[in-house]
């Protein structure tokens, strides 16, 4: 019963946040036909459980518009939001949730979780950084994944892999 209670009491404690559009970005780089094709999503949303101090406790459960996909191509952008791509309609959410969150080297860590584009659900992991900011943090960080592993793009003469540069700005909640 204490143990419990101990359990409760550290969730409570666990600061809560809120990812904000303004300042925050996700960018992406894919090569098609062997040239680098930039774009970005916004509309962020979920919540960060997070203190450095208890990591065992800490929770990522973020998402993006899928409807928001830029690539400063509006032709892009209207093909990348239909059913072969992101097909947003159907998939308006991408989502990530962690798993597990630990220290790495350097005041780094590092994050494991499950990345859903399309209702396709994968393992990923990848290092960030917390950097405190007015009260909150913003969490940086990169990873790499296979387009395919998602069931966007078909055959597309783009790459399979693509790199994601994460930069996101919380407030407390």
Not at 109 to 122: A, D, V, Y
Request: glycine share 8%; no cysteine.
């Amino acid at each position: 019963m204490v143990l419990a209670l101990m359990v409760f009491i550290t969730k409570i404690s666990m600061a809560q946040y809120k990812p904000v559009d303004k300042g925050s970005t996700l960018q992406f780089t894919i090569k098609n036909l062997g040239f680098d094709v930039d774009g970005s999503f916004s509309g962020f949303d979920g919540t960060v459980n997070f203190d450095p101090a208890n990591l065992a406790n800490a929770a990522f459960d973020v998402s993006i518009d899928a409807n928001t996909v830029n690539t400063n191509n509006s032709f892009r952008d209207g093909h990348l939001r239909d059913d072969s791509y992101f097909n947003v309609k159907k998939y308006p959410r991408i989502r990530f949730v962690s798993t597990k969150i630990t220290s790495g080297k350097n005041g780094a860590f590092s994050i494991s979780g499950k990345l859903t584009i399309k209702n396709q659900t994968k393992d990923i992991s990848f290092p960030f950084t917390a950097v405190p900011a007015n009260g909150a943090y913003v969490f940086k960080g990169t990873f790499k994944i296979n387009r395919k592993d998602f069931g966007v793009g078909g055959s597309s003469t783009i790459s399979d892999e693509l790199v994601v540069v994460l930069s996101v700005l919380t407030t407390k909640v």
